[in-house]
């Protein structure tokens, strides 16, 4: 915009014509170009504001989600927490019924071992006294056969009943 100082003066007093002219015209160039600026200016504001606006409701619909995703992430770590204690309680129930059975698996072979043994003591001593009544036996046969060897060869005179009660009474 002209200054007073660009103004020259005219014959009469004042300034010049042309020159206020010219100013004018200046000014008024220079207002609509403030004016287009101006306007420039407020669209540029007006398009950050719609940005602005569009930015916070992106950032609270992200919000949103981190929200239920933190409240998702939540529950999904409960429900871990949750299988985990039931998991490891089953586990302890299996350990549990798995000793309790070796237990009584143990118990029983302690018992059938036990009933094995004293069923191979009785055999064992089935097994001495038919030993014993076998060297009986052999030594009865043996006394039986020395006192034929020593009997005199002749007829039998005796029925073979009296024959068996006489080696009885012999004994």
Known sequence: MATPHDLRRAWLG??????????????DIDRERLQLELDAVTQRANAMQVEIRELHARIDALRQSE???TRSLDE??????????????????????????AAMLKTEGLRQVGQLQGQVEQLLGMRAGLTQAMQRLSEDLAAAMARLAAAPATAID?????QLSRWDTQR
């Open 158 to 162: 005796y029925k073979a009943e009296d």
């Open 67 to 69: 929200t239920s995703l």
């Open 14 to 27: 004042g300034y010049r014509r042309s020159d206020v002219a010219t100013a004018l015209a200046r000014g």
């Open 76 to 101: 999904m770590r409960q429900r871990r927490e949750q299988m985990d204690r039931e998991s490891r309680h089953r586990a302890q129930e299996l350990v549990l019924e798995a000793e309790e059975r």
